[in-house]
């Protein structure tokens, strides 16, 4: 009846090429909990991307023309506005200081989710100077499929499995956690036509579950250091079905603020 | 270590006037939940705005001719349509089906987040024809805070209480919990300058802790009824404080997408 989140502790570093699904497994054995059916990990997209390798130096990167007229208008580094044009299909609103995109996987986001904190090449350590930055996983939802996998194999659990991001709001202070990859979860529970207690259809009827979840997890994670990417939820109120990062997006012609 | 948020079974339907304080110390009591310090209690709109009379019969409003003009394009009610244009400060976006407005209380939402759904007089359950809607609070965060104040009493315990709504998206479909009085409990936590693992600081470090709680709790409260309006919650993983809805309000100035 009631829904826990459980932050697991000592999850390690995570390096380009880690198991991040062994990694998982080990980190809920030391916190002594056992995978049951119905039970959903969500995961920091920041380690899903670096055992990916989506780190990338600064260094590396040529900026376009189009990136470093960008970089003028909104003060910031051309390699790094360079990184986000090219993670973008649409660069929708900037000032000094933030560029808003719809990202090439299809949600609106600042700095197309490309994050400065917190990374850094284990070699770099002791270079302050090294600029590093980490682009989101190429396929958030293929990554979560691959984890639920492994998960699903090593307990024997139907599991689901949601990697999720800090977002800003258009109206309202402050981040949250919002999915960006889906397996085995419902993105969106449909309620609509269903009767309400007094035999009215409900009118306001498609929740997006699998967000209220990224919240709630991220509200578990902090944001001061990655200690605690990876938490365990048990109770999540819905069946788990197949599902994808798609159902939880705006058609763009739906969009009455693009 | 977790946060565990357990909807209260078997709150009774709350009319105008009714004590829901009370009511919420009584489904602790049945629940066999003690208050301890740092417990939150998440209570959905609906049963605040009905214990504080906000019902409102529609064949008791008159549309104004901006509101027949507006109800035209929009195809809603008139009179439903008169009674979002007094909750409002704004109207942003209109389409068929569909007004966005600056709510009085400063947020942006469709239909100024009046209600259709399980909205009825008690007198009136046999007359499907009769045509209540639901306002929202007040002062929410005045109604949180004299819950709040009656809770702490009964209890002895320092608590948070949270009044959540459901809102959409404007790129993502599905509703989410969102904050709309708060009491006791922090908005944002402000993480800025902090320094990160590798003593870079922070860069992305406002969270909207209030409105991942609030997505947290709408989960368990699910759409389809108002049978748990009421969450507790205990794990909340940060130090309790004053707060107002007005943390979590972005200032117009910075508003990107109006």
Known sequence: MSLTLTPLPDIPLIQQGDDLGKAILMALERAEITLLDGDVIVIAQKIVSKAEGRLVNLDDVEPSPEALNLALSTEKDPRLVELILRESKQVLRTRPGTIIVEHRLGFI????????????????????????????????????????????????????????????????????????????????????????????????????????????????????????????????????????????????????FR
Chains 1, 2 share one sequence.
């Open 109 to 256: 986001c600042a700095s197309a989710g490309i994050d400065h904190s917190n990374v850094q090449e284990p070699s770099d350590r002791l270079q302050k100077g090294a600029e590093w930055v980490l682009l989101l996983p190429e396929d958030p939802d293929a990554s979560a499929c691959r984890i639920r996998q492994q998960l699903q194999e090593a307990s024997g659990a139907q599991l689901g499995v949601l990697i999720i991001d800090s977002h800003g709001r258009a109206w309202r202070l402050g981040t949250v956690g919002i999915s960006i990859g889906l397996a085995g979860i419902p993105g969106i529970i449909d309620l609509r036509g269903q009767p309400d207690l007094f035999d009215f259809k409900l009118q306001i009827t498609e929740v997006g579950a699998a967000d209220e979840l990224a919240a709630a997890a991220s509200l578990m994670m902090g944001q001061a250091a990655e200690g605690t990417p990876v938490v365990h939820v048990r109770g999540f109120p819905y069946a788990l079905r197949n599902s994808s990062l798609k159902e939880l997006l705006r058609p763009r012609e739906m969009d009455l």
